[in-house]
């Protein structure tokens, strides 16, 4: 697993299936059984990246909707994506 940067190219798995429920999403892994449950924010990520996209392109979506500093949304952003991957649900491209 390569490390995620800004630099990233990223989407969501292909083996999940998710729905939003009362503005949260659900994340079913298919090849593991587990659920997975993200909050308003997380499930705003997710909607973002079920095309592929560049980190710096979800981070910079993030910070035009929502109040948060450019340093604390890039480290949550990724502290949340390396979670994703660590569990099966998020495709990465290294660096290029």
């Known amino acids: 697993m390569g490390e995620i ?3 990233s190219r ?3 798995a292909r083996d999940q299936v998710s729905c939003n429920l009362a503005g949260e999403s659900v994340i079913l892994n298919l090849k593991n059984g587990v659920y997975y449950g993200l909050n308003p924010v997380g ?3 997710w909607s973002l990246i079920q095309e592929r996209k560049w980190v710096s392109e979800v ?3 993030i910070l ?3 109040e948060v500093e450019r340093e604390v949304c890039e480290e949550e952003l990724l502290a949340l994506l390396k ?3 660590e ?4 495709d990465v491209e290294s660096d290029t």
Not at 87 to 90: H, K, P, R, T, Y
């Open 5 to 7: 940067t800004a630099g």
């Open 10 to 12: 990223i989407v969501a």
């Open 43 to 45: 499930a705003r990520i």
């Open 59 to 61: 981070r910079d979506q």
């Open 64 to 66: 035009e909707e929502y």
């Open 83 to 85: 979670d994703l991957q």
């Open 87 to 90: 569990n099966g649900l998020l």
